[in-house]
C-alpha cells in the first residue's frame, strides 16, 4: 500500500445527519450498499434507508415530528375498516439496494401477520412522510420518485413549517399526480385508501 492510500477495510464511517449531534459510527459494508449491509448494523439511534446503494442517514425524530406521527396514526386507526391497518416506521424493501423506513403506512391486515421483518412495496397502499429539516429534499423529490418507481398508490407528505400542511400524491401510471395540498384551519376530505377527514393543524396541537 502506497503512502497516502486508504487501507480496505470494508468499513464505513457514517455522521447522522442533524445539526444536534456529530456522532460518528463505524459501519460495516462499503458502498454501493445492499438490504444485507443494513441488517448488519448496529443499533445506534440513526435511521439508516438505501437509495440505489447510497446511504441515508436520520436521527431519532424531534417531538414535534413524533407528535405528528402519533395524531395522524391515531385519526387513520380510527378511520380504516378493519381490512386496513396502519403502522409506523416500518421496514420497506423495495429492491437489493433500496430500502426505506416510512414514518407511517397503510398496509392490507392479512399482510401483518405474513411479514416478517421488511414488507413487499406491493404491500403498501400508504405511505406517510414528516418532513424535517434534514430530510427536506429527501422526503419533497426523492422520495416521492422513488416510492411512485415502487407502485406505492398514495404518499402524503406532512410539513411541519406550513402550519402543518399535508401534500397528497396519487400514482398515476408510473408517477404521482401533481400534488393535493390541504392547508392547516381547513378539514381535508380524502377518500383513498379509505374515507378519512381532519385538519392538519390537529396534527401539532397539544393535548387538551
Not at 102 to 120: K, Y
Amino acid at each position: 500500500m502506497s503512502e497516502g492510500e486508504t487501507p480496505d477495510t470494508e468499513w464505513v464511517t457514517a455522521m447522522a445527519t442533524t445539526e444536534s449531534t456529530t456522532r460518528r459510527t463505524v459501519l460495516p459494508g462499503e458502498p454501493p450498499f445492499t438490504v444485507n449491509d443494513l441488517l448488519r448494523f448496529p443499533d445506534d439511534g440513526n435511521r439508516y434507508e438505501l437509495f440505489n446503494g447510497s446511504l441515508l442517514v436520520s436521527p431519532s425524530p424531534t417531538p414535534l415530528h413524533q407528535r405528528a406521527i402519533a395524531r395522524l396514526l391515531r385519526i387513520l386507526e380510527d378511520a380504516a375498516p378493519p381490512e386496513f391497518e396502519c403502522l409506523p416506521e416500518v421496514n420497506l424493501r423495495v429492491g437489493p439496494r433500496d430500502f426505506f423506513i416510512p414514518d407511517l403506512v397503510v398496509v392490507p391486515t392479512e399482510t401483518v401477520d405474513e411479514t416478517e421483518l421488511m414488507f413487499a412495496p406491493e404491500a403498501v397502499l400508504l405511505a406517510v412522510e414528516v418532513v424535517s429539516p434534514t430530510t427536506q429534499a429527501r422526503d419533497r423529490h426523492m422520495k416521492r420518485s422513488a416510492y411512485a418507481s415502487a407502485g406505492i398508490s398514495f404518499y402524503w407528505r406532512i410539513e411541519l413549517s406550513e402550519g402543518p400542511s399535508l401534500h397528497v400524491h396519487e400514482l398515476a401510471g408510473e408517477e404521482y399526480k401533481p400534488t393535493e395540498k390541504h392547508e392547516a384551519g381547513k378539514t381535508a376530505t380524502l377518500f383513498a385508501p379509505f374515507e378519512v377527514s381532519f385538519d392538519p393543524a390537529v396534527l401539532l396541537r397539544a393535548r387538551g
